[in-house]
């Protein structure tokens, strides 16, 4: 039934949610051991990223549902079909547990009982029932939950890709350019690959082609406009933070939005900075599962 179908809108809200999970409070920290030239690599893994996007949605487009693969089912047959759904699925049963994992941690900087191992696993245990349950009731009010998630989750990421601008130190950004031993050009291989393992998930709105509107218009569309605003949202946060917190500093920090929050508002924003990575995270593990 068409009414119970998600449409433009909440399909790039599933593909926004999806990718934009836990990953993106700790990016900042993995790239600043290579210095804020760590932003040509993110220019180049965005237009990688599109072009991934850009053949989800062709596959997608193709056809009237099955994502892509009912496209490689077409294509090469039902063996190799099941094997891309496989180890997709396996990744995913991974990628869930993590997820779920760092809900947990997230709310056990709030909540500091939480942090033994019984009530780590038990915590955990929990999460994964709860988000469960949820997806029981459908992709609607999964779709629903990634919207609010995203919408507060990412509110630290979000204020700093915009109001934390006004606190952008040009020098502080060109002393943390490139703090490796090689040149520049030496670690933008891997600093590509690390950059899109925060894409990731862009793939979401192909494989649940069969619960969208119109799936051969909207897929595609809703594959692109979720790439391309997660895009700006990474490019923005992460090149701000390198130019407020130095790369040392970055480097050595669990919460690198956290620490931006508290070196320009106070300690205490630690803290909400904590539970809104909780609630994005759990968002995530919702359109993953």
């Given at each position: 039934m068409t009414e119970?179908?998600?449409?433009?809108?909440?399909?790039?809200?599933?593909?926004?949610?999806?990718?934009?999970?836990?990953?993106?409070?700790?990016?900042?920290?993995?790239?600043?051991?290579?210095?804020?030239?760590?932003?040509?690599?993110?220019?180049?893994?965005?237009?990688?990223?599109?072009?991934?996007?850009?053949?989800?949605?062709?596959?997608?487009?193709?056809?009237?549902?099955?994502?892509?693969?009912?496209?490689?089912?077409?294509?090469?047959?039902?063996?190799?079909?099941?094997?891309?759904?496989?180890?997709?699925?396996?990744?995913?049963?991974?990628?869930?547990?993590?997820?779920?994992?760092?809900?947990?941690?997230?709310?056990?900087?709030?909540?500091?009982?939480?942090?033994?191992?019984?009530?780590?696993?038990?915590?955990?245990?929990?999460?994964?029932?709860?988000?469960?349950?949820?997806?029981?009731?459908?992709?609607?009010?999964?779709?629903?939950l990634e919207g609010w998630t995203l919408a507060f989750g990412l509110l630290p990421v979000l204020g700093a890709a915009t109001v934390g601008w006004f606190w952008f130190d040009a020098d502080i950004f060109r002393q943390s350019w490139n703090m490796t031993d090689g040149s520049v050009a030496a670690h933008l291989p891997t600093t590509v690959v690390s950059i899109l393992w925060a894409f990731i998930g862009l793939e979401s709105a192909s494989l649940a082609a069969s619960m969208v509107k119109d799936p051969a218009r909207t897929v595609p569309r809703a594959t692109l406009l979720g790439v391309a605003g997660a895009a700006l949202v990474y490019l923005s946060a992460c090149t701000l933070i390198n130019g407020v917190l130095p790369a040392g500093e970055l480097a050595n920090s669990n919460a690198p939005f956290a620490d931006l929050a508290g070196s320009l508002f106070g300690a205490s924003m630690g803290v909400l900075v904590a539970a809104f990575a909780a609630l994005r995270a759990g968002g995530a593990l919702g359109g993953w599962m």
């Open positions: 119970n179908k998600l449409g433009l809108g909440l399909a790039t809200l599933l593909v926004a949610g999806t990718m934009m999970g836990s990953g993106v409070y700790l990016l900042p920290a993995s790239l600043a051991v290579v210095g804020s030239s760590s932003l040509i690599a993110w220019f180049i893994a965005i237009g990688v990223a599109l072009l991934f996007a850009g053949v989800f949605a062709s596959l997608t487009g193709r056809g009237e549902g099955g994502g892509f693969v009912r496209r490689i089912e077409e294509a090469f047959g039902s063996r190799a079909s099941f094997m891309a759904a496989a180890f997709y699925w396996m990744q995913g049963v991974l990628g869930n547990v993590a997820l779920a994992l760092a809900t947990t941690g997230y709310l056990s900087a709030i909540v500091p009982a939480l942090n033994t191992p019984a009530m780590l696993l038990g915590t955990t245990l929990a999460v994964l029932g709860l988000f469960t349950l949820l997806t029981l009731y459908g992709p609607l009010l999964i779709a629903r």
